[in-house]
């Protein structure tokens, strides 16, 4: 068994900030990319921001500039630090993980159960 455990969501006023966290637990052998997804009522799933085991990390051209994806390998787990929030950062964030439970598997896509945020005066 892997698990994803969020926190950190929660409302904030436009302007603030938020940190959200992730910890991946279980029957874990190596983590791989890990990243923040987000859906909006009525809208897809879309990429928030992803970081790879070595480092390198990907944004949304929504959120450059605002957001620091960071990791812990040695704890396995992956924080996104969001600025400058906006209304339309509204969302369930989920986070997301690739990872093989063992040397001689393939990774799988994990998911997160979600956390909502949401961005509101």
């Known amino acids: 068994q892997v698990q994803l455990v969020e926190s950190g969501g929660g409302l904030v006023q436009p302007g603030e900030s938020l940190r959200l966290s992730c910890a991946a637990s279980g029957s874990i052998f190596a983590v791989y990319t890990m990243g923040w997804y987000r859906q909006a009522p009525g809208k897809q799933r879309e990429l928030v921001a992803d970081i790879t085991r070595g480092g390198s990390t990907n944004y949304a051209d929504s959120v450059k500039g605002r957001a620091t994806i960071s990791r812990d390998n040695a704890k396995n787990t992956v924080s996104l630090q969001m600025n400058s929030l906006k209304a339309e950062d509204t969302a369930v964030y989920y986070c997301?993980?690739?990872?093989?439970?063992?040397?001689?598997?393939?990774?799988?896509?994990?998911w997160g159960q979600g956390t909502q945020v949401t961005v509101s005066s």
């Open positions: 997301n993980a690739d990872i093989s439970r063992s040397l001689t598997s393939m990774s799988s896509a994990y």
